[in-house]
């Protein structure tokens, strides 16, 4: 450390003691203790990959001592909290009548603010918020901005890939709305370089966010973790710094 670090250093820690904060108090604060998933899908009900991702990254995460809050759709179990692997699993369902995955994914995510409203309150805090695929980014996007907490977003396929060609209101409208998460977002999570290349191709979100990370490799977990904790040491860098400038520090 240079001469002028060591004495920038020293006149922060003079404001601190000032101001009766502790740099350990500072450091705490920014550690990642409270994470909720929002999915859709969740064994034992689904048995897809969704699923199957966000039970082990649910695991690794309790593994490493971050107390992990699953939000997850399941008409059976509406209102039941239950612990899996260590994880608090919050069951969501949907009483309006819906008349395309579209409208279901909408009226789910009033559902869905409120669970994590609740979890909010009962915890007294809430770090970070990851969301699954399409019909969850909006609940993700709205509690992004209520609460004022980074939020992570997985992309699993895009909506040209699952219509190509297809062009009417409800494709444009999903189109949109994994438009809004890839700009919104803190940080985009994928599992393969062809998805990271063909969500750059249609949303042209900031291409050093976009994170290729593999379940299938033993570090992914771990990898995730590390991501998360760099969304939150930058969370608060002030607008105007470019994402690359960020990572590059």
């Known amino acids: 450390m240079t001469g002028l670090n060591q004495a920038n250093q020293k006149i922060i820690e003079k404001i601190l003691k000032q101001l009766r904060i502790s740099p350990a108090d500072v450091a705490y604060e920014k550690k990642l203790k409270n994470v909720v998933l929002i999915t859709a899908e969740y064994l034992p009900r689904d048995i897809t990959q969704i699923s199957l991702q966000c039970k082990n990254l649910a695991e690794g995460l309790v593994q490493r001592g971050i107390n992990t809050h699953v939000v997850s759709f399941d008409p059976w179990k509406v209102g039941q909290t239950t612990n899996i692997g260590g ?9 309006v009548k819906s008349y395309s995955p579209l409208t279901w994914a909408i009226t789910l995510n009033m559902e869905i603010g409120r669970v994590v409203a609740d979890i909010y309150h009962s915890e ?3 770090d970070l918020i990851h969301t ?4 969850m ?7 992004q901005s209520a609460l004022r907490k980074p939020l992570i977003s997985s992309y699993y396929t895009l909506q040209e890939q699952r219509a190509p060609g297809v062009n009417n209101g409800f494709t444009e409208a999903v189109k949109q709305i994994e438009w809004r998460a890839s700009q919104a977002s803190n940080s985009i999570h994928v599992n393969e370089e062809w998805m990271k290349s063909a969500l750059l191709q249609f949303y042209s979100p900031t291409e ?5 990370l593999k379940p299938e490799n033993s570090s992914w977990a771990k990898d995730v973790v590390r991501d998360y904790s760099w969304v939150m040491k930058n969370w608060d860098v002030p607008v105007g710094v470019s994402e690359k400038e960020k990572r590059d520090d």
């Open 132 to 135: 699954h695929e399409w019909q």
């Open 137 to 143: 980014f909006p609940a993700g996007i709205t509690l």
């Open 124 to 126: 007294g805090n809430i």
């Open 87 to 95: 994880a608090e699993i919050h069951y969501v369902g949907n009483s």
């Open 208 to 212: 050093s966010k976009v994170n290729v």
